[in-house]
Structure formats: C-alpha cells, structure tokens
C-alpha cells in the first residue's frame, strides 16, 4: 500500500487494524481526515506521520498520529506541477565560513538535486538538503539564505 502514498497526501484512516497499540486506544481517529507528513519504515511495516485536520476528544494539542499505511484510505496525492514551480532548492555548506554554528542555506538548481556535490547558484561547493518530505524549496527571503544566492536567484 505505501507504493502509491508518500508526504504530502491526503489521507483519511480506514481502520485501526494495523497500526501500534498506543494509536489503535484512540478509537476516534478512525473517519478523520489528515496530510501526511512522513513515511516511518519500522522493519517490514512502514508508518505515516499523519497530521490532522483537527484534534480527537481526549487528545488535546496533538494533531499528528502514526497510522500504519494499510489503515490509511489514499484520497489525493500533491500535484506535481508544484514540484515543477520550484527552481532552486536548498543547499548546504559542510563548513561554511566564519560561524560554523549557523548553516547558510544556498540555492541549487533543482535538476541538481540527487548529486553529492554541486556548485550553487553563488559558485560555492553544496550539498543537497535531501529530506523525507521532498526537495526544500529554496526561500531567498529567508535569514538564513545566502546573499548571494537571493540576488542571483532573482535574476534568473
């Protein structure tokens, strides 16, 4: 079942039948309808990070679950016309220069995005940000964004 889900689907939970104990105690879940988040392999099971559209009585603050996928019913899945709108995703220098505490992000050409080591649009050495929800959309509006990279990525 989890061939066709990954982050960023809508989802509504079917069932409890196979999820963990600690989640199958919330009988409410199951009809409530969520994004998921992440996909949690746990050996041969594989869980969603489910998170709610609202909260479930007697749980309060909490909105995100772990479903196993085979409880989850697929309602859409992310339009990958968003995939394509974005240009330049975030990069990441090993050692930036000056304060190794404070990571500057860099923009990559998203066509670069499964190479080691690219050149980001400022001409340093980055690595990709590789995460379990997709590419990081590059923000040059960000504090953390490379000067450089946000004039550039601008003009381009």
Partial sequence: MSAGMFPGCRVVIGSLLHSHAAT?????LVGRSGLVVRLIPRGTSVYALVDLDDEIRGYPGQRRWPVHVD????????SAAHAERVPFIVGIEPFPAGSPTRS?????????SDRERVKAVCRRSV????????LLAF????ALACPECADLGHQA
Avoid: K, N, Y
């Avoid at 199958?24 to 409410?28: G, I, K, L, T, V």
């Avoid at 690595?127 to 997709?134: A, D, F, L, M």
């Avoid at 923000?139 to 960000?142: A, E, G, I, L, Y």
């Fill in 104 to 112: 500057v992000r860099h923009a990559v050409p998203r066509d670069q």
């Fill in 139 to 142: 923000d040059p509006s960000s």
């Fill in 24 to 28: 199958r105690s919330a009988r409410d």
């Fill in 127 to 134: 690595r990709p940000v590789r995460s379990t929800i997709g």
């Fill in 71 to 78: 409880d989850l019913v697929l309602v859409s899945s992310p």
